[in-house]
């Protein structure tokens, strides 16, 4: 698969969440998106606000143009900080829902019967589900580290190279609840991932930019979450099922 691959796959998504039979399912994630968006941006620019008032305050006459410079630098920041940390909090909150979107829109996308699972089943898939989440987080968070000291470190490319490490953590992120739901373990999952790294950037990168984007944010994790599942029952499970042999 290639790069377009990627961008093809996640741009599915914005159909398959309007497909009857998968509205509903997509309708908690949804929720938990608003809410969190709603609390956190009006937050978050409020104290934007205060903080780049009182760094103004203390430049010299001559150096006060910065302040026209400081709202839009440091807005960008907020923007991009924010879509991180806003989608590994949903992504917590929403993950037993999700799984179970992830299932319907496979056996959608493959002609099976839907399974009758309610509610009781997806609260006693919660402690597997935040199990599997934090092996992401454990995986995630010692490359968070590294490859931001390396985006300070190396001004320009450092950004560059951010910018893929946070598109291959989203593509991971999503692609893993089709993954889990056939019972694969994670160490496995990234190793199919790795030998489609294109596709996969080329997906995670839809996600970072439309992650920044107000309104359309709040789309983006039922959007990606089908997207991902897409890519699982076109490419990625026959490609599994090839290593089995």
């Given at each position: 698969?290639?790069?377009?691959?990627?961008?093809?796959?996640f741009?599915?998504?914005?159909?398959?969440?309007?497909?009857?039979?998968?509205?509903?399912?997509?309708?908690?994630?949804?929720?938990?998106?608003?809410?969190?968006?709603?609390?956190?941006?009006?937050?978050?620019l409020?104290?934007?606000?205060?903080h780049?008032?009182?760094?103004?305050?203390?430049l010299?006459?001559?150096?006060?143009?910065?302040?026209t410079?400081?709202?839009?630098?440091?807005?960008?920041?907020?923007?991009?900080?924010?879509?991180?940390?806003?989608?590994?909090?949903?992504?917590?909150?929403?993950a037993?829902?999700?799984?179970?979107?992830?299932?319907?829109?496979?056996?959608?996308?493959s002609?099976?019967?839907?399974?009758?699972?309610?509610?009781?089943?997806i609260?006693?898939?919660?402690?597997?589900?935040?199990?599997?989440?934090?092996?992401?987080?454990?995986?995630?968070?010692p490359?968070?580290?590294g490859?931001?000291?390396?985006?300070?470190?190396?001004p320009?490319?450092?950004q560059?190279?951010?910018?893929?490490?946070?598109?291959?953590?989203?593509?991971?992120?999503?692609c893993?609840?089709?993954?889990?739901?056939?019972?694969?373990?994670?160490?496995?999952?990234?190793?199919?991932?790795?030998?489609?790294?294109?596709?996969?950037?080329?997906?995670?990168?839809?996600i970072?930019?439309f992650?920044?984007?107000?309104?359309?944010?709040?789309?983006?994790?039922?959007?990606?979450?089908c997207?991902?599942?897409?890519?699982?029952?076109?490419?990625?499970?026959?490609?599994?099922?090839?290593?089995?042999?």
């Amino acid at each position: 698969m290639t790069f377009t691959d990627g961008i093809k796959f996640f741009l599915s998504g914005f159909s398959l969440i309007q497909t009857k039979g998968l509205k509903r399912f997509v309708l908690v994630p949804l929720i938990v998106n608003f809410v969190l968006f709603s609390f956190a941006i009006g937050y978050l620019l409020s104290e934007l606000g205060l903080h780049i008032d009182g760094m103004i305050s203390y430049l010299p006459d001559w150096l006060s143009w910065l302040g026209t410079l400081l709202y839009p630098v440091a807005l960008f920041i907020l923007l991009f900080l924010f879509s991180l940390f806003f989608t590994t909090a949903a992504n917590w909150l929403a993950a037993p829902f999700n799984g179970v979107l992830a299932e319907r829109v496979e056996q959608h996308l493959s002609g099976q019967t839907p399974s009758n699972d309610n509610f009781i089943a997806i609260v006693k898939a919660i402690p597997h589900t935040l199990s599997r989440e934090w092996q992401k987080l454990i995986y995630f968070i010692p490359r968070f580290i590294g490859y931001f000291l390396v985006g300070l470190i190396l001004p320009g490319i450092g950004q560059v190279i951010w910018f893929l490490f946070i598109a291959w953590v989203l593509a991971i992120q999503y692609c893993d609840y089709a993954f889990d739901n056939n019972k694969y373990n994670f160490d496995y999952m990234r190793h199919v991932l790795r030998q489609n790294k294109a596709a996969c950037f080329g997906f995670g990168s839809m996600i970072s930019i439309f992650t920044m984007v107000p309104i359309l944010n709040l789309l983006v994790m039922p959007v990606a979450i089908c997207g991902a599942t897409a890519m699982w029952v076109e490419h990625l499970k026959s490609q599994v099922d090839q290593n089995k042999m």
